[in-house]
């Protein structure tokens, strides 16, 4: 997609204003930030460049134009390989029901070509449109599809070319132990490079919470693996499985690599409860992602990141089988992550936007995810005066730069 108005290649990012600071001219070298210097102006603006949208010219300066720049957004919690994103609506027929909900994507996915290249592909885009460069996505797998869909996100990451960073959890959608051969499944999956091996309600789904925990920290500690559990148990009963994992954790040794998702449990239980709780997850270097569902108890975002609980933001499923809802700006999501948890003050709405780009490094494996030297080359520019306002109002995405190369620009993807 190269071309002289559309460079591949980035080689300085002229007169942006990290997280809403001052003006900044971003240096790139091999697909990270070299240099971060005040904006100088005699950096040549690329000639005949219209008013407005950021333009650029064949030497890689790309200019910025002032607008606010944010770190590539992280979508901690996805799932590319199941959406009908792109195709014709699909009319929702399942109870709504966890098993309901499963029992209707396994009868209606092969119709919608679940999983499919094309299909990912169209998620993909979609998520790199509004400014996401990086990406933990559970993707399905189970008896009836092996490690397939694995192969498939794979592929339509490479067809990419790096526009999206992945870690990807070998996800059990349809249960563990109640499908004897889905441990090994997640073995396989782990052996051949997943970075994670997931879990879906321990005890509602399998019955048996101590067995699919025993299976999963087992395939862990022997393939050196994260752990990425779906817990949509809420109550006394959710909160017991918290409590096993934060105690396994610790046995373990495996401080750092063990998250849970939703959690719906922490939010709901009384107060007293949920303070012993979020401390002893934070002693246990245990993470939460969530998706900022309406509808549910907010998790205690504040408490979690004050016990050293690192919190991640994700789309979850968009447009699938499960539900019709979801689209993939996660930066609206930060919005909504902010109402839920009734955030007014900058201070607040900042740490929405640091929840999902900066704060989120360690759920896609990286080191540091900012805006800084040594850091990926991973940009989002918005019209936007400063990050409180960028987050209430998630502006459209000016320029979207991903390891040093443009892939969106004004709404239109370039990869
Ligand atoms: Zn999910």
């Known amino acids: ?60 300066v790309v200019d910025g134009r002032g607008l606010l720049a944010l770190p590539g957004l992280v979508n901690a919690h996805a799932h590319v390989d199941k959406s009908w994103w792109g195709k014709p609506w699909v009319s929702y027929g399942g109870e709504a029901t966890t098993q309901g909900r499963i029992a209707h994507e396994r009868a209606h996915r092969d119709e919608l070509g679940i999983p499919g290249v094309d299909v990912t592909l169209a998620v993909l885009r979609e998520l790199v449109r509004h400014g996401t460069t990086a990406i933990r996505t559970h993707v399905d797998v189970d008896l009836g599809l092996g490690l397939r869909g694995i ?33 090994d499944l997640l073995d396989a999956a782990a052996a051949a490079g997943a970075e994670h091996v997931g879990g879906l309600d321990p005890a509602s789904i399998d019955r048996d919470p101590v067995g699919q925990l025993d299976g999963l920290f087992a395939i862990a500690e022997r393939r050196g693996v994260g752990i990425d559990v779906h817990l949509h148990d809420g109550g006394d009963l959710g909160a017991f499985q918290v409590e096993l994992m934060i105690d396994r954790t610790l046995r373990a040794g495996l401080q750092g ?52 609980v690192a919190v991640g933001l994700g789309t979850d499923g968009i447009r699938d089988l499960w539900s019709p809802y979801g689209t993939g ?17 900058d201070e607040e709405l900042v740490t929405a936007a640091r929840i999902a780009s900066s704060d989120a490094a360690r759920f896609v494996g990286r080191a540091v995810h900012d805006l800084v030297v040594g850091a990926p080359a991973d940009v989002v520019l ?26 969106a620009r004004d709404g239109d993807v370039l990869v």
Do not use: C
């Open 151 to 183: 192969e498939v996100v794979r592929e339509a990451l490479a067809a990419l070319g790096g526009a999206v960073h992945a870690e990807i959890v070998a996800f059990p959608q349809d249960g563990v132990l109640r499908r004897p051969g889905v441990l």
């Open 1 to 60: 997609m190269t071309s002289p108005s559309t460079p591949e290649t980035v080689t300085v990012l002229r007169d942006v204003r990290p997280w809403g600071g001052e003006r900044v001219d971003l240096h790139v070298a091999e697909g990270r930030i070299a240099a971060v210097t005040p904006h100088d102006p005699a950096v040549a603006a690329p000639s005949g460049t219209p008013a407005g949208s950021p333009t650029d010219d064949a030497s890689g």
């Open 382 to 407: 918005v019209d936007a005066e400063n990050v409180p306002d960028a987050v209430v109002r998630a502006p459209r995405r000016a320029l979207v730069v991903a390891g040093g190369r443009v892939v």
């Open 329 to 345: 700006d996660l930066l609206a999501l930060a919005t909504q992550l902010a109402r839920l948890s009734r955030f007014r003050y």
């Open 257 to 308: 690599k063990v998250n849970v998702a939703h959690g719906f449990a922490v939010g709901d239980v009384p107060a007293s409860r949920q303070a012993d709780l979020v401390a002893a997850m934070g002693e246990a270097g245990i993470t939460m992602t969530t998706v900022a569902p309406i509808g549910a108890a907010p998790l205690p975002v504040h408490a979690l990141r004050a016990a050293g």
